[in-house]
T-cell receptor, first 111, second 116 residues
């Protein structure tokens, strides 16, 4: 079983839709939860950073962590064509030495 | 501009011909790491370095070597490349590890390697 599972998609939505991206994980020691966005032919860039459980909002983006279910989500409101990218969840332990990445979900927002 | 620079961006080589992918960061980061990205498998860590002269294996180290003689540089060496090392490689760095906020990785733009 992979440490982090993420549906690879692709996920295709119309402009303005609400997008929900999700990851599940198996290691209860994970404490740091991140979402990275990767445009084609670019390196991943940090989008959201959360420590432990709860919600975090930044503009149109909301990250949720449910540690009891080992489930993390990223919501994108009013999605735009510029949001078309691959979204990677990344998780770290309290005293780890690396980020564990999901496989990434390809998102396409159609105008 | 704060960045991680890796070269070459694209490389086609043949089996057995040694190659080095360079990586340099200008942020005075302690932690550096190499990942490879393959379809369906995501990003997998090859090697990482907590500081100068301190390196350790990641999840897929076979066939790779690294060194960290200076804080800013972390080259990835393929002594005898094989076709299964055809992949997209990313170098990344962070302030450090083991404390909140320090484990945010800044990635380079990637190096696409093809081994024939």
């Amino acid at each position: 079983q992979k440490e982090v599972e993420q549906d690879p998609g692709p996920l295709s939505v119309p402009e303005g839709a609400i997008v929900s991206l999700n990851c599940t994980y198996s290691n209860s020691a994970f404490q740091y939860f991140m979402w990275y966005r990767q445009y084609s032919r670019k390196g991943p860039e940090l989008l959201m950073y959360t420590y432990s459980s709860g919600n975090k909002e930044d503009g149109r983006f909301t990250a949720q962590v449910d540690k009891s279910s080992k489930y993390i989500s990223l919501f994108i409101r009013d999605s735009q064509p510029s949001d078309s990218a691959t979204y990677l969840c990344a998780i770290d332990e309290e005293y780890g030495n690396k980020l564990v990445f999901g496989a990434g979900t390809i998102l396409r927002v159609k105008s | 501009e704060a960045q991680v620079t890796q070269n070459p961006r694209y490389l086609i080589t043949v089996t057995g011909k040694k190659l080095t992918v360079t990586c340099s960061q200008n942020m005075n980061h302690e932690y550096m790491s190499w990942y490879r990205q393959d379809p369906g498998l995501g990003l997998r860590q090859i090697y990482y370095s907590m500081n100068v002269e301190v390196t350790d294996k990641g999840d897929v180290p076979e066939g790779y070597k690294v060194s960290r003689k200076e804080k800013r540089n972390f080259p990835l060496i393929l002594e005898s490349p094989s076709p299964n090392q055809t992949s997209l490689y990313f170098c990344a760095s962070s302030l450090g590890w083991g404390r909140s906020g320090a484990n945010v990785l800044t990635f380079g733009a990637g190096s696409r390697l093809t081994v024939l």
